[in-house]
């Protein structure tokens, strides 16, 4: 729990910002303090047992502090334990590029135990519906998720248990569902592709005899919706399969095409009216 935020970009990666706590009871732990919680600093870790929780998903995770472990251990008289670190999290994110740019993605976290199974260390979320609900709050509100190029839908946690090397390990997933804005794709690649497709049918209307107009119009046209297909691609990856917006680019490309060739049937048709 704890997450502070979290950064979507469209390089199919996400960024998590968060507190990871850990509650755990390790009874030679216990201790006849005159406090009932003795605190402790990062450097302790070494000298205790902790579970090796770690993020199955992750491309990189950093440290604050300048890079070092900033974590604070609390040790109450029967042993239980409070473990709390802050962490930076890359994560992967695959994305369904398909429908770009009106697609609906899910990108998660997946928490499990590295050498632990099930028999060792089970894992459980502390309370899911309370960060389920905090979430939502704080998400909608634009107060956790930084979405450069999203909107963000909902989130959800669960609990599972796979196997690895015929052991069961236990699965904390945290879902985090969002969907892409299209109002810059709108402005940058569909109004002006429409808009294109319309004047190159103004050629139609233009007098068969002033082939010079029609011409110039016509390569304009063309020239203008290479630009805007330029612009829309510039920033996507090449492995990558055919999206929504590639195919709205091609049929604009095939009617300003369309209204071109139309210039050839007209000189065409004038070389044998003069015939």
Request: with cysteine.
């Amino acid at each position: 729990e704890g997450i502070d935020w979290i950064l979507c970009s469209s390089l199919k990666e996400l960024t998590t910002d968060f507190y990871m706590r850990l509650w755990w009871r390790d009874l030679r732990l216990r201790h006849n303090s005159y406090n009932n919680m003795v605190t402790l600093s990062s450097d302790a870790i070494q000298y205790i047992w902790i579970p090796d929780t770690y993020v199955k998903n992750e491309i990189k995770t950093e440290f604050h502090n300048g890079g070092l472990r900033a974590a604070k251990i609390e040790i109450k008289r029967d042993g239980s334990v409070h473990l709390s670190e802050r962490l930076r999290v890359i994560s992967k994110c695959p994305m369904g590029m398909k429908l770009f740019p009106f697609d609906e993605q899910a990108c998660f976290l997946i928490l499990e135990s590295f050498s632990f199974s099930e028999e060792h260390v089970v894992l459980h979320w502390k309370n899911a519906t309370e960060m389920t609900e905090r979430l939502a709050g704080r998400g909608s509100s634009n107060e956790v998720f930084k979405l450069n190029d999203f909107t963000y839908n909902k989130s959800t946690v669960e609990r599972s248990v796979v196997t690895r090397s015929k052991q069961n390990y236990t699965n904390l997933k945290i879902t985090i569902e969002i969907s892409r804005k299209v109002g810059v794709y709108v402005i940058e690649v569909y109004l002006p592709s429409a808009l294109i497709v319309i004047v190159s049918w103004v050629t139609f209307w233009v007098n068969r005899q002033s082939t010079p107009a029609r011409a110039s119009i016509g390569i304009t046209t063309v020239l203008a919706m290479v630009t805007v297909t330029s612009g829309a691609v510039a920033n996507m990856s090449r492995n990558r399969e055919v999206t929504a917006i590639d195919i709205y680019i091609g049929g604009s490309l095939f009617f300003v095409f369309g209204a071109c060739s139309n210039l050839r049937w007209s000189a065409t048709q004038l070389n044998r009216e003069h015939q």
